[in-house]
């Protein structure tokens, strides 16, 4: 399967933990994003990467959030002193290049449960 | 960025065309009109997008007024598999956020035997 993956596809966590997830993109794709999706909401963007370089955040992401995408390829999205606010499903996506065919590949995401 | 705005929800019959519309009257030139769907527990998937002329592809057809205020979104002949949230997304398809994409809540469309 040549899809985004994302690890793990479930993660429940205490209040105050640290939690990271990983996003593997479609090969070749360069940009990357992370958006959050709440119960009944749209998915929200959160951070926006060009290869290696973390060119945009949303206000959505607070000190508590951090993102990394090393080498251009996979990504990881960290998550310190987890608050059960943080409960949302975490989606991932990429495409390639920059024209005005914006089709973002999603994954499946990473359902998020803080107790 | 235009805001859309779409049904909350809509049924269709197994067989029968989809018609969802989408209003996205402060639409600029250089926007774009996307369609995503979501169906439940996956990933949003990309469906059409378009910016004056009418498009069609192997998913669905997209319908946009002259004045480019509005559109709509036509799946041919819907089945059980189509039952999902669809959204229409307007967003400028270079520069600006670099096109991070930004969901409203979407049509909920469930699709009946």
């Known amino acids: 399967d040549t899809g985004v993956s994302q690890d793990p596809r479930h993660k429940i966590t205490k209040r105050g933990q640290n939690v990271t997830f990983r996003c593997d993109p479609i090969?070749?794709?360069?940009?990357l994003y992370w958006y959050r999706q709440t119960l009944g909401q749209g998915p929200e963007f959160l951070t926006y990467f060009q290869n290696e370089a973390q060119l945009e955040k949303s206000r959505l992401l607070s000190d508590r959030f951090s993102a990394e995408r090393p080498k251009g390829s996979f990504s990881t999205l960290e998550i310190q002193r987890t608050e059960q606010g943080d409960s949302a499903m975490y989606l991932c996506?990429?495409?390639?290049?920059?024209?005005?065919?914006?089709?973002?590949?999603f994954g499946p995401g990473t359902r998020l449960t803080v107790l | 960025d235009a805001k859309t705005t779409q049904p909350t929800s809509m049924d269709c019959a197994e067989g029968r065309a989809a018609n969802l519309p989408c209003n996205h009257s402060?639409?600029?030139?250089?926007?774009?009109v996307y369609w995503y769907r979501q169906i439940h527990s996956q990933g949003p998937q990309y469906i059409i997008h378009?910016?004056?002329n009418n498009e069609t592809n192997e998913m669905a057809s997209l319908i946009i007024t002259e004045d480019r205020k509005s559109s709509t979104l036509i799946l041919p002949h819907a089945t059980l598999r189509d039952t999902a949230v669809y959204y229409c997304i307007v967003r400028v398809g270079y520069g600006g956020s670099q096109g991070n994409l930004i969901f409203g809540k979407g049509t909920k469309l469930s699709v009946k035997p």
């Open positions: 378009g910016l004056k």
């Open positions: 996506a990429s495409r390639y290049g920059t024209g005005d065919y914006n089709e973002q590949f």
């Open positions: 090969s070749e794709h360069n940009r």
């Open positions: 402060t639409i600029s030139g250089n926007e774009y």
